[in-house]
């Protein structure tokens, strides 16, 4: 390095040069990325509906209970509560068409490492991932009130917003538009309240709750260029200067050097015109 630039007085100028042309090049490259951007939002509602449930009736015994109920628009979040249900009784929520999606933990605050947009067969071990079936079933480990919570259609936004890439905003309205009419349809649900005790009449009265979703704006994904450009030239700045850190530390280092060589030459030299 210190013979380069004995060599190339000129060379820690053109280096410095050079960062600079590339920060500005890169800033602007963020800065056109950045005000024309092929992201689209698309806005949704995020309604809550209640949906009555119709008695079906009992078994034979009296310790089966079957409910059903229908959702008509697309949905994300389906709830079923039934209170006052006793130890061990089993309650198996199913679907008629397709598959729906739970998992014990879903809803959960202290849920670790949770989702429910893969699945099993996917392999992701270090997540808690929901199952997908067309009845799910659980056991009441303790008498109370008991929810079962699930997810009917993973693909649509859990909030009411989600993004998608499209070449125009036509194309955008377009695709997010299918996305909702994909999964809207007319769907029959049953609700079955197994007990080994005998169920009385109006005993129970499930409560069934799902949030849906219609299609109301799409517009596209924007941020405040002057402040990703700022952003974009600090970390290119930063990224240059540890760049620059060695080799400058290294000339530094090497002019110090020879600073304290010459010193100690001229003190010999003095000292020896001193002697002579």
Same mark, same amino acid.
């Given at each position: 390095?210190?013979?380069?630039?004995?060599?190339?007085?000129?060379?820690?100028?053109?280096?410095?040069? #050079?960062?600079?042309?590339?920060?500005?090049?890169?800033?602007?490259?963020?800065?056109?990325?950045? $005000?024309?951007?092929? %992201?689209?939002? %698309?806005?949704?509602?995020?309604?809550?509906?209640?949906? !009555?449930?119709?008695?079906?009736?009992?078994?034979?015994?009296?310790?089966?209970?079957?409910?059903?109920?229908?959702?008509?628009?697309?949905?994300?979040?389906?709830?079923?509560?039934?209170?006052?249900?006793?130890?061990?009784?089993?309650?198996?929520?199913?679907?008629? !068409?397709?598959?729906?999606?739970?998992?014990?933990?879903?809803?959960?605050?202290?849920?670790?490492?949770?989702?429910?947009?893969?699945?099993?067969?996917?392999?992701?071990?270090?997540?808690?991932?929901?199952?997908?079936?067309?009845?799910?079933?659980?056991?009441?480990?303790?008498?109370?009130?008991?929810?079962?919570?699930?997810?009917?259609?993973?693909? #649509?936004?859990?909030?009411? #917003?989600?993004?998608?890439?499209?070449?125009?905003?036509?194309?955008?309205?377009?695709?997010?538009?299918?996305?909702?009419?994909?999964?809207?349809?007319?769907?029959?649900?049953?609700?079955?309240?197994?007990?080994? !005790?005998?169920?009385?009449?109006?005993? %129970?009265?499930?409560?069934?709750?799902?949030?849906?979703?219609?299609?109301?704006?799409?517009?596209?994904?924007?941020?405040?260029?002057?402040?990703?450009?700022?952003?974009?030239?600090?970390?290119?700045?930063?990224?240059?200067?540890?760049?620059?850190? $060695?080799?400058?530390?290294?000339?530094?280092?090497?002019?110090?050097?020879?600073?304290?060589?010459?010193?100690?030459?001229?003190?010999? #030299?003095?000292?020896?015109?001193?002697?002579?």
């Amino acid at each position: 390095m210190k013979k380069a630039l004995a060599q190339n007085p000129n060379m820690l100028r053109t280096m410095i040069g #050079l960062g600079m042309t590339l920060i500005l090049i890169l800033s602007y490259a963020v800065y056109g990325a950045t $005000i024309d951007s092929s %992201y689209y939002m %698309y806005h949704t509602t995020n309604e809550s509906v209640e949906h !009555d449930s119709i008695d079906q009736g009992f078994s034979d015994e009296n310790t089966t209970q079957t409910w059903t109920f229908t959702t008509n628009r697309s949905t994300t979040w389906l709830n079923v509560t039934i209170a006052g249900v006793e130890q061990d009784d089993l309650i198996s929520v199913g679907v008629s !068409d397709g598959v729906w999606y739970h998992h014990e933990m879903l809803g959960n605050e202290d849920a670790e490492y949770f989702s429910c947009r893969q699945t099993d067969d996917e392999a992701f071990e270090e997540y808690n991932v929901c199952t997908p079936a067309q009845v799910h079933s659980i056991t009441v480990e303790q008498a109370g009130t008991i929810t079962m919570r699930g997810i009917v259609s993973p693909k #649509l936004p859990m909030g009411g #917003l989600g993004s998608l890439y499209a070449d125009s905003l036509e194309e955008a309205k377009a695709e997010s538009a299918d996305l909702i009419g994909t999964h809207n349809g007319t769907r029959v649900w049953t609700i079955i309240l197994e007990s080994s !005790d005998t169920i009385h009449p109006s005993e %129970y009265s499930p409560l069934v709750q799902s949030a849906t979703h219609e299609l109301e704006l799409v517009e596209p994904f924007e941020v405040n260029p002057v402040t990703e450009m700022l952003w974009s030239i600090s970390a290119l700045i930063g990224c240059f200067g540890i760049a620059l850190v $060695i080799p400058l530390s290294i000339y530094f280092a090497s002019r110090a050097k020879e600073r304290r060589e010459e010193q100690i030459r001229k003190a010999a #030299l003095e000292q020896t015109n001193g002697d002579v």
